[in-house]
Nanobody, 124 residues
Framework: VQLQASGGGLVQAGGSLRLSCVVSGRSNSGITMGWFRQTPGGEREFVAAITWGHNTAYADSVKGRFTISADNTKNTVFLQMDRLEPEDTSLYYC???????????????????WGQGTQVTVSS
């Protein structure tokens, strides 16, 4: 499996961006796909997760502003980010969880494959 993330950019506070993650060699529908972002300390912070069966989970900090979705026909996972805040500025990664890990897991160590990051910068 390979992941290709795109869609980052520079936007003013209150604006929107849509990230995409194309998955080649997609695995079964029970696998969790996640979006993470990098903290200033270099750790990966959970943002949102989805299964190909469309169950979802969100970090409290983005709930109500971000929407994760998946297009099974295109093997693509999206992260629609609305009402962006300067605190959302980060390098965003998509990732595929290991099999048999808890569904919609928020633990980055449960993810086995990572795409390259895409930079999101929100100006105040």
């Amino acid at each position: 499996v390979q992941l290709q993330a795109s869609g980052g950019g520079l936007v003013q506070a209150g604006g929107s961006l849509r990230l995409s993650c194309v998955v080649s060699g997609r695995s079964n529908s029970g696998i969790t796909m996640g979006w993470f972002r990098q903290t200033p300390g270099g750790e990966r912070e959970f943002v949102a997760a989805i299964t190909w069966g469309h169950n979802t989970a969100y970090a409290d900090s983005v709930k109500g502003r971000f929407t994760i979705s998946a297009d099974n026909t295109k093997n693509t996972v999206f992260l629609q980010m609305d009402r962006l805040e300067p605190e959302d500025t980060s390098l965003y990664y998509c990732a595929e969880a290991r099999p048999f890990r808890p569904t919609l897991t928020r633990n980055p160590s449960h993810y086995r494959t990572w795409g390259q990051g895409t930079q999101v910068t929100v100006s105040s």
